[in-house]
């Protein structure tokens, strides 16, 4: 007979067993954060494994009987299990891989046989053991059953702890029962349960037991399931001992079993709840097949960090959505695989540093056996079994015969190499003309990354250990390789690094601050633990398992940039070529404002105010070391790129100020914004100063189109990028309301009136004819003929910016009402927004993406796939009709946002997109930047619990939220009733609770009446 272990979905561990033997009455309850080996979510917060192997009855059932039949017989990985409770300990820990856990004691009493052990283990960084266990044994009156003995045998083990990441304190229970007669189970589940509530008292705990129930009995299973005490009864049962046996109350509708899997096994036939067990209450095994019950019962919940894939949307129709990046939240060192795309069939190397977002390695490492001749620049590796988390990287190089592992710090990281063959390893290190110089077994360096407006060039410096010394060193004269031989016969190499902006001694500093020796396992789980603590900050319960994975995916990409790049108080700034001193203030850097101003901003103001305080204050250094006091919008570590168009980094700071973060100085930051705003080309991809083009935008309100066929004679516009005359328009009057909003504050009544005034600009390229911001030449005539759909070349960038005018038809973030009245009042504005959900391509979809490849993730016209379509599917909101809000946001997130490789639409660009995701799927969304206000959506699960710091917590509770139930039916803020769609930030900002009641009918009525959200006063 085979026995399969779940150790949780997506992996079997298989023990051959011998037919007939038995393993009764064990449980172990597994307190633990990672059950190493497990395939997807490999990590568990408990996991209760209960083993059972039957014998076959030959009329004397008694339990001394049937132990003598199988003493010396059953075995598990080769231990005899009525060993000493030491040896049985450690045999479990080591079969399961629990090398780093711990255990906090075994329960057993002398009416127990030796092999009856509940142990219960636990993860040392993540709790902190308060109790480590007792036991206890009772005994009720004889009752006949079934033959066997006539007493009742029950054994708990438990423990006390502290989990680590959150500071609350909870018990573990495991409980056995020996099989015994209906009315004393009854009677001593009871009784444990009493006991168990007396120890606990209001403490959270997760209790387990194994029993054989009955439809009569009442076995205890409570769970610890989202914040509340489940009482699940008739969870599980198998035969009893060598009967023509029953199963019962398996009930695939109660929510304790949504995250268990059950697996029967019986001559092969496997039956779990996505099976045939879902249609019947009762099951038979024959009586000459000796079934096995394997029940691995996971946890409540995992750690947000389990439900993150990487490779979430790693494929998509045109673009590379996503990388599987890794790295902690924030920090400076990122790497992903060095491949084409995720389809690749082979690395170019093993990734050393990721300097910007999106970008490739800047050094990779190939490890390699075999003769020097083999080696060169651009090696590539065969790869298999890769497996990507946040905080570790594993993949084993299958034509190489070399298993790899990595985890990365914050300025460093550590690989293990492991080596099948007996030949000399090697390592390689490869650059794009680095400078190498190895010392024994250390190699420092650094490879020149270039610089912005003649400053000195920004430099990434590394140092390189590895716990073998090599015997050989050899490279090419042109710095793009260094190769190191090691002793043949070497099993393993670890190596480890650290980087730097500063200097290779600092490099040096980085790798001894952080990483102290080669355990790749102790640093992944440092990184697992700060993975923890960032995406713990807004806990989810309920919904589906999907629907959780694709939020904290989001989640974890929002905080892939800006990366602090301070190193022990101080930084290098591209924007000077010099190193700072901090003062104390983390440096930030690598952000791509016009795609995380909408959302990936407004979500940190809420869950991380003091990181996004940081970063004001960092791009306001960057404006004053440019020399110019232009506050940079696409920062990175060479300076300002200044790609696609606007200045949306004056949102950025008007948003932080007005939701309350004021530890920067709003002088100075409205400098920086007026100077970028006013001295610099408002020319897309330019850097240069403002120029005839501006001139003309200041004197006309809108910037000029050149006319089919006419020549650019402007220096200084992108011969691809074009002069996006529509997108500069419209993105440069909300920049002006953005601007207004910070004179406004600092009680410049004259400078803010003329920004307010100048953010109406967008009127002057309104079509009233057809509804449409439409392209104007110099002479403000609209350019004829025109196509809404495809009209302004690749990317349309003649006229819009890699979107159409369907989608720049709602670019009016600031003052929505105004565009309402443009179009024609509430009913048109609907239909507007209707027709473009319904409007086809018009010609084959090929022809449609060969011009706007960006363009994707479609509905109709809409495209979900591009920022500036983000705030769109709330714009019903303001019209009066809510409900279709709620419908369309549902649709979206269903349609575009899933748990696979082609599961992001388009150019997600490092949170810009996946921020969105994470606010939809909480329920409310910030349509305005720079407006302390959000707009409510329809949340997708139940109960959503967001720490604002401080102590303070923002909650949502939508009940009866499910993917059925998307409508708002009723609403309460803070235990007022609520008839509009939106609320302040000042609302939830000292804590809140926003209450929905959810339905599977729109209530068309609910907040139609009450205000629409606020927009700019209306000229």
Known sequence: MRMTLVINRGEQRSYTRKRGLCIAGMVFLLATTQAVYAEGRSSLNVATFNLRMDTPSDGNDSWPNRKEKVK???????????????????????????????????????????????????????????????YWLSLTPEVPSFGWDAKIRRICSWAKFKDRANGNVFYFFCVHYDHQGTVARRESSLLMLERIKSIAGDTPFFCTGDFNATPESEPIQIIYKDGTLVDSKQITAIPPYGTKGTFHGFNVNDPAQDRLDYIFVSKGIRVNKYGVLNDIQYGHFPSDHYPVMINA?????????????????????????????????????????????????????????????????????????????????????????????????????????????????????????????????????QSRGGVFNADGNVIQGFQTLGGRNGKEPARL???????????????????????LRYPENTAAIGLRYGVSFISEEQAKANLEREIQDYDVEAVAMQGRKAWNEALGKIKIQGGEEDEKTVFYTSLYRVFERPVNISEDGRYFSGFDGQVHSDGGRPFYTDDWIWDTYRAAHPLRVIIDKDVENDIVNSYLLMAEQAGTNWIPTFPGVTGDSRSMNSTHSIAMVIDAYNKGIRGFDLEKAYAACRQGLEERSVIPWSDLPAGELDAFYREKGYFPALKPGEKETVPGVHSWEKRQPMAVTLGTSYDHWCLSLIARELGRTEEADYYLQCSYNYRNVFNPSTGFFHPKDKDGNFIEPFDYRISGGPGARDYYDENNGYVYRWDVQHNIADLIDLIGGNGPFINALEDMYNTPYGMPRWEFYNTLPDHTGNVGMFSMANEPSLHVPYLYNYAGQPWRTQKRIRNLLQQWFRNDLMGVPGDEDGGGMSAFVAFSLIGFYPVTPGSPTYNIGSPAFPYVKINLGDGKYFEIRANKASGENKYIQSARLNGQALDQAWFNHADIAGGGVLELDMGPVANRSWGAAGPPPPSAVRK
Request: glycine share 8%; aromatic share 12%.
């Open 461 to 483: 410096f590394f140092h390189i250990q590895t716990d073998v010394f090599p015997v050989e060193v050899t490279g090419k004269t042109d710095g793009s390789l260094m190769a």
């Open 72 to 134: 010396g017989l059953i075995r598990f990985h080769d231990f005899d299990i009525f060993g000493t409770q030491e040896a049985f300990i450690h045999q479990i820990k080591d079969i399961l891989e629990l090398k780093a856990y711990d255990y906090a004691g075994v329960g057993r009493d002398d009416g127990m046989e030796a092999g009856e052990h509940s142990a219960i283990f636990y993860k040392k960084d993540r709790f902190e053991a308060l109790d480590k266990g007792n």
């Open 297 to 429: 019962e996971i946890s409540p919940t995992f750690d947000p960090v389990d439900y993150v894939n990487p490779l979430m949307g790693n494929i998509s129709h045109m673009l590379v959505p996503t990388y599987p990046t890794v790295h902690l939240p924030n920090s400076m060192m990122r790497v992903f695989p060095v491949r084409s795309d995720y389809t690749g069939n082979v690395l170019k190397g093993l990734p050393l540093m990721v300097v910007n977002h999106r970008s490739a390695s800047t050094l990779n490492v190939i490890p390699w056996q075999g003769d020097e001749s083999g080696i060169s620049a651009g090696m590539t590796l065969s790869y298999d079994r890769e497996k990507v988390s946040p905080y570790r990287y594993r993949v084993y190089l299958d034509e190489a015969r070399i298993d790899v592992d990595y985890a990365p710090s914050h300025q460093s990281a550590v690989y293990s190499f492991g080596f099948e063959k007996g030949e000399a390893p090697w390592l390689v290190l």
